[in-house]
């Protein structure tokens, strides 16, 4: 009994027009390198007519295989030691990419690929309690600071094992103030059952100023996540106390220091990273203007 593949060489997953290559399958082992297995759908049947696609690192084209009924596939004459791409698809249906390197001559290797359907996402922000507005002070003047997005930290400040969210907020402008509760950045605790509660002022993070970037890291090496603030005229360091709650240790960290040459900056993001490997979190600022100047 045979197997009969269409193979077609193609760049990407376009089918050339220029032929079909049918090669027989023997039932034997081969004696090259190869990848065989079979295409199935989530339920585990196979799939026919799927396009399977095995591309090599640095070739221009893939080499494509068109599954028959039993939804099987086979790629032989594999190059030792190169990486390899594999994939299938199928209608609205794909699987996903397996890499691949065969290392001995004769290398016979089984890779199945299921083939799914796209991610779907859904908004679940209002039923799971994450009823967080980002307000950037807009009042019809147009000030520069209205065009910024407010970063946002997914982080387990609680040690749970669910992660939590923190949201940076704007201020009344051009005060760059937060002179209500509108403008209060946020920290939303997961309770570890898809619903969130917001846990701002219990854990003293709502904030000074008109907050634009967000980095957390356990920068103390305390066993709690930190958060560190960006902000419009200053930037703040809160420190995790482990008890669901956080201190503003901004001064006492050294991190206060304005600029010598343009004053207050407007720090746009930061980054937690070690960059001398001493076991102690180093932080990266980005500034973005210095407002008022120029």
């Not at 920290?187 to 904030?207: H, I, P, Q, S, W």
Request: proline residues 5%.
């Amino acid at each position: 009994m045979e197997h009969h593949v269409r193979v077609l060489f193609a760049a990407g997953f376009e089918v050339a027009t220029l032929g079909v290559l049918c090669v027989a399958l023997a039932q034997g082992p081969p004696s090259s390198p190869s990848v065989h297995g079979r295409v199935l759908d989530p339920k585990g049947q196979p799939v026919a007519g799927a396009v399977v696609s095995l591309a090599k690192g640095g070739a221009p084209r893939a080499l494509l295989g068109i599954t028959p009924d039993d939804g099987t596939y086979s790629f032989s004459d594999l190059e030792i030691g190169a990486d390899y791409e594999l994939k299938a698809g199928h209608e609205r249906l794909d699987s996903r990419v397996r890499l691949l390197r065969v290392s001995n001559a004769g290398e016979q290797v089984t890779i199945d690929l299921i083939v799914v359907p796209p991610i779907q996402f859904q908004d679940a922000s209002l039923r799971s309690g994450l009823n967080f507005t980002l307000q950037n002070g807009a009042t019809g003047h147009f000030y520069q600071p209205e065009i910024m997005l407010g970063g946002v930290a997914a982080l387990d400040y609680n040690n749970d094992g669910c992660m939590d969210i923190f949201f940076a907020n704007g201020a009344e402008l051009p005060s760059a103030v937060k002179t209500g509760p509108e403008f209060s950045n946020r920290l939303y605790r997961n309770n570890c059952d898809m619903t969130f509660t917001d846990v701002t002022e219990k854990a003293g993070l709502a904030g000074e100023g008109y907050s634009v970037g967000v980095a957390a890291a356990d920068y103390d090496n305390a066993g709690f996540v930190d958060i560190f603030v960006t902000g419009l005229t200053h930037n703040t360091l809160y420190r995790n106390r482990g008890d669901g709650t956080f201190e503003d240790v901004m001064r006492k960290s050294g991190l206060a220091a304005q600029d010598p040459k343009y004053g207050p900056m407007w720090s746009a993001s930061a980054g937690w990273f070690d960059y001398d490997n001493d076991g102690y979190l180093d932080l990266f600022v980005s500034s973005y203007v210095a407002l008022g100047r120029g």
